[in-house]
């Protein structure tokens, strides 16, 4: 079945349509994904789905994943966005274990110190959930650790195996590096005593904006949060 143009919350998604264009709404739910062959699909509420004005329909192999997808990770996809600049990998996202959790923080800022936001996709089980949240005035900085925090406020259990990605250099060299901070020290030393307690738990340093599907959604979703200043939790699936 074909794809068209479509938003859910707001953001740009393809969502699987008739073949007249109408969208395709199975048990009051639509199959969307993020990008252009994406290796990962989502049911999106009906009512949360609105068709684009953009009123071409795309064939069912727009979205279909590539034919080297298979030796991507299942758990941490990497896509290559056709919207996205193609830059290399800052490395190959590391195996995880089945029976891990895996999550995407990152965090925006508009001005530097300015109105802040977090985004987060935890993908626990075959359904993701998606947050977001104003932060209000803070750096860029101090909205990347506290999405990261806020992955440890959603996973309660310590003794899952968590993996944590973000683009964050900075985040990743003062939590588990070693690195010297100069600012935001409480901050740091509670995300890193929360850490400790949690020897399952890796953070990941990703290249930002390179086309790592649910980086950039999380992304997204920090910048929904400063710009509507309200926050949101949903299972998308």
């Known amino acids: 079945m074909p794809w068209v143009r479509a938003l859910l919350h707001g953001q740009a998604v393809f969502a699987r349509a008739k073949l007249d264009g109408t969208l395709l709404i199975e048990g009051n739910r639509v199959e969307v994904c993020y990008s252009l062959h994406a290796s990962r699909f989502y049911k999106a509420r009906a009512s949360n789905v609105e068709k684009s004005e953009d009123t071409a329909v795309l064939p ?42 895996v999550a995407y923080a990152d965090g925006a800022c508009s001005g530097n110190p300015g109105p802040a936001g977090l985004g987060v996709v935890i993908l626990e089980g075959a359904t993701p959930t998606e947050m977001g949240g104003p932060l209000g005035q803070a750096t860029n900085n101090i909205a990347e650790l506290t999405a990261i925090d806020r992955v440890l406020d959603v996973v309660s259990d310590p003794g899952k195996p968590l993996v944590i990605y973000t683009d964050s250099a900075y985040a990743v060299g003062v939590l588990s590096k070693g690195w010297k901070a100069k600012a ?22 990703v290249r930002g904006h390179a086309g790592i599907e649910l980086n950039e959604r999380a992304d997204e979703l920090a910048r929904e949060a400063v710009r509507t200043g309200r926050a949101r939790t949903e299972r998308v699936g």
């Open 60 to 101: 069912d192999e727009a979205c279909a994943p590539r034919a080297d997808s298979g030796a991507r990770l299942k758990r941490a996809t990497v896509v290559t966005n056709s919207t996205a600049k193609k830059r290399p990998q800052s490395a190959a996202l590391p195996k995880v274990s089945k029976d891990s959790i």
């Open 184 to 205: 935001n020290l409480a901050l740091i030393g509670r995300v890193r005593d929360r850490l400790a307690k949690r020897p399952a738990t890796r953070l990941v340093h």
